[in-house]
């Protein structure tokens, strides 16, 4: 290391020089004041160590008023004064806890009024942080694109329930909190406790096994995991892959009350439900009795209310209707007088109509006696009797007629027999030969012969004279 | 799991019916005879609300599984008031 390498600027003029000696003489020891061996051995440390990873057990630990911490680093072998500025650490996510492996990064100085070298710490985090960082993202990661996070699975609430489930540590600050919240805001509901480890290799196991347990007890309308707050790796089982695929698979709505409002576990996104404390799990999973109760009775009082009103309302109405009624018996006398009027024209009326009709009956009546067929019935029987009689007459002479006919025209007929002519003296003259009747003796010649019939016999003669008298 | 008994709704049904009766009552023009219907409808949702939310008894129980992998329950120890 030569001389230039370890010149600052801080320098008095006389050391500068007495290096130089040194480096030229070794048989000069060059001696330095306290201070400046101590700023040297500051500035020699800040530029060596001007980043450093340091790991080990923190104790130690205070905090005085000034806001920054001030421990011990230290191992089996060693240990390393730190300090970890208030500037710095109040936005960092982790705060040193006595007696917790820490991982620090920082730079090493000195503290020359009391020549004490330190860790100045920028960034500190409980040792093995960073890998269970790295497993937490990881398997939040995967689950999350397998679908398990997905809002469309949450399952609501149920808004009374009869009976609760709760996961968790029997003795733990947690089940306490719980049940005594729980007792103030909603009493009337059942609650059963599955007792399990919240930290440590066998917890997972526990909760996935009570849930998978709970999810088929009958009755269970709601399921809790409650755990009190603690560090990464307390809060661990709840980051796990088996307690993650139990709550997802679990039928019944999950609540997820672990650690504190900071603390995110997978189970709090895998969950139906995160509660951020113990109170509000309570007020999820139960409603506020004493506030139902109270919203019932303004119900109830409004329901009263409002049918009141509803009566009033129909009452008025009522009322209203009534007065504009007309006075009933005033009209009352005015139809009376109306109607006693209308009955005398009336009666008037169908008097007159019925004498009319009584007229007109007895008119038609007397027409239809005219025309009664019992006249022409006697009439009739008289011409009946009469042709009866006049049919038996002619009846009778019809019979004797035709006999008294004959006999007439046998009469006429014996008169008219030529031989009664002859009978009477007369005779039939008729030429020979031919036999024709001589009515005309002018037409017969002298000596012509005739026959000559008379009644009884006939002569054959010869005509003498013919005269035409 | 089952919510209330066979035909009463549940308490949250129930306070919702509720709501809507007293809105037909309040705003609603309903004859007279269908208002006195919807109040008696409405006194007996109250009363079945009351009833639901003082039914079940309180009670604490601690779930554990004996040797055979069966259910049996302990009463937990509840504390009456906090120090």
């Known amino acids: 290391m030569g001389a230039a390498g370890i010149i600052s600027s801080r320098r008095t003029g006389k050391c500068d020089t007495i290096i130089r000696l040194i480096s030229m003489k070794p048989e000069l020891p060059h001696i330095y004041t306290v201070t400046a061996l101590t700023r040297e051995i500051r500035d020699r440390l800040e530029t060596y160590f001007s980043l450093v990873w340091v790991s080990g057990e923190v104790s130690n630990l205070r905090q005085p008023l000034s806001g920054h911490y001030y421990f011990t680093l230290k191992d089996a072998g060693s240990q390393l004064k730190a300090v970890l500025f208030k500037g710095s650490h109040q936005h960092m996510r982790f705060k040193p806890q006595e007696g917790s492996q820490f991982l620090c990064r920082g730079r090493l100085t000195v503290y020359e009024p009391r020549g004490e070298y330190q860790l100045v710490v920028d960034y500190l985090e409980p040792l093995g942080q960073g890998a269970l960082a790295l497993a937490f993202e990881a398997l939040k990661t995967r689950l999350k694109d397998e679908g398990l996070f997905a809002p469309e699975l949450k399952k609501p609430l149920p808004f009374l329930p009869r009976k609760i489930a709760l996961v968790t540590s029997p003795t733990g600050a947690a089940v306490k909190d719980f049940l005594r919240l729980l007792g103030q805001r909603c009493p009337n509901v059942e609650v059963l406790i599955y007792p399990v480890k919240v930290q440590g290799a066998e917890a997972a196991g526990e909760i996935a096994a009570a849930l998978n347990d709970l999810g088929a007890f009958p009755g269970v309308e709601v399921i809790v995991l409650a755990r009190g707050g603690g560090s990464l790796e307390d809060l661990w089982p709840f980051n796990e892959e088996v307690v993650a695929r139990a709550i997802h698979r679990c039928p019944v709505p999950v609540v997820s009350a672990v650690g504190h409002e900071v603390d995110f576990t997978i189970a709090d996104f895998v969950a139906d439900k995160r509660a951020p404390t113990p109170s509000a799990a309570v007020e999820l999973v139960a409603p506020d009795k004493a506030e139902l109760k109270r919203r019932l009775a303004r119900l109830g009082a409004t329901l009263a209310g409002a049918l009141a009103r509803r009566r009033d309302l129909a009452r008025q109405h009522l009322n209203l209707m009534a007065r504009q009624l007309p006075d009933v018996r005033r009209s009352l006398v005015d139809l009376r007088l109306k109607v006693d009027d209308k009955a005398e024209t009336l009666v008037r009326r169908v008097h007159r109509s019925v004498t009319r009709q009584a007229q007109a009956l007895r008119l038609a009546s007397s027409r239809l006696f005219l025309l009664s067929p019992r006249r022409s019935l006697t009439g009739a029987r008289q011409r009946l009797a009469q042709a009866a009689q006049m049919l038996g007459q002619s009846w009778r002479r019809r019979q004797t007629e035709p006999r008294r006919h004959l006999e007439n025209c046998q009469n006429q007929l014996e008169q008219l027999n030529p031989l009664a002519i002859l009978q009477r003296g007369y005779a039939v003259a008729t030429l020979l030969p031919q036999g024709t009747v001589i009515r005309d003796a002018t037409l017969v010649s002298p000596g012509a012969a005739i026959r000559v019939r008379v009644a009884q016999g006939r002569m054959d003669c010869e005509v003498k004279i013919v005269s035409s008298e | ?83």
């Open chain 2, 1 to 83: 799991m089952a919510k209330g008994k066979k035909e009463e709704p549940s308490f949250e049904a129930g306070l919702k019916r509720l709501e809507e009766v007293l809105d037909a009552l309040e705003h609603g023009d309903l004859p007279l005879e269908e208002a006195m219907r919807a109040f008696e409808e409405g006194v007996q949702l109250v009363r079945v609300c009351h009833k639901k939310l003082d039914e079940v008894e309180k009670r604490v129980e601690l779930l554990l599984k004996d040797d055979a992998g069966r259910f049996f329950t302990r009463p937990f120890p509840e504390e009456e008031g906090e120090a």
